[in-house]
T-cell receptor, first 114, second 114 residues
């Protein structure tokens, strides 16, 4: 069955330090993977996606994500965290074998402390 | 483009009343999704339309919930009768049906049922 797992409910990091938010997935067909960010009282915003090609994809606000097929992972990264990056982050996979439905992880709350 | 438009942004109603939430997807998008978000249950997919046709409504909680998409530019989610446990933020999102494309979320409707 298709699924997305975000093993950490919360990630704490100091401003200026690198950050990683973890995501693993399970899908029967090609993995189409997405990261979204949600700020308080807002809708989810698209950050970046992996479709094919280079395993390192770059997105908005300096974020990037690394696709690893053997580990079925798609971790979100940023070299230097900002306090303003504090938000809720969702990983998602789109299943082309199931009418292109999206499956979302449970979300990871990122706290960046000054 | 104005993005996905949802109305109302906030709705407070009494138990037993009918509630109608509205969504206008991004022009040209042919997939539309309704989600519900609560602290307890996270982000849940309620129903998914493709080319105005409901594809997957397995997430609709019960018969009190119904959704329609009469044309490509408008969808409604109706709750009748409403109950306090329906209190949540309801999001509409739209996309292209191609699995490579991301979803775009509206700002959400915060529903409070007293």
């Amino acid at each position: 069955a298709q699924s997305v797992a975000q093993p950490e409910d919360q990630v704490n990091v100091a401003e200026g330090n690198p950050l990683t938010v973890k995501c693993t997935y399970s899908v029967s067909g090609n993995p189409y993977l997405f990261w979204y960010v949600q700020y308080p009282n807002r809708g989810l915003q698209f950050l970046l996606k992996y479709i094919t090609g280079d395993n390192l994809v770059k997105g908005s606000y300096g974020f990037e994500a690394e696709f690893n097929k053997s580990q079925t992972s798609f971790h979100l990264k940023k070299p230097s965290a900002l306090v303003s990056d504090s938000a809720l982050y969702f990983c998602a996979v789109r299943d082309e074998g199931n009418f292109n439905k999206f499956y979302f992880g449970s979300g990871t709350k990122l706290n960046v402390k000054p | 483009d104005a993005g996905v438009i949802q109305s109302p942004r906030h709705e407070v109603t009494e138990m037993g009343q009918e509630v109608t939430l509205r969504c206008k997807p991004i022009s040209g998008h042919n997939s539309l999704f309704w989600y519900r978000q609560t602290m307890m249950r996270g982000l849940e997919l309620l129903i998914y339309f493709n080319n105005n046709v409901p594809i997957d409504d397995s997430g609709m909680p019960e018969d009190r919930f119904s959704a329609k998409m009469p044309n490509a530019s408008f969808s409604t989610l109706k709750i009748q009768p409403s109950e306090p446990r329906d209190s949540a933020v309801y999001f509409c999102a739209s996309s292209l049906s191609d699995p490579m494309y991301e979803q775009y979320f509206g700002p959400g409707t915060r529903l409070t049922v007293t």
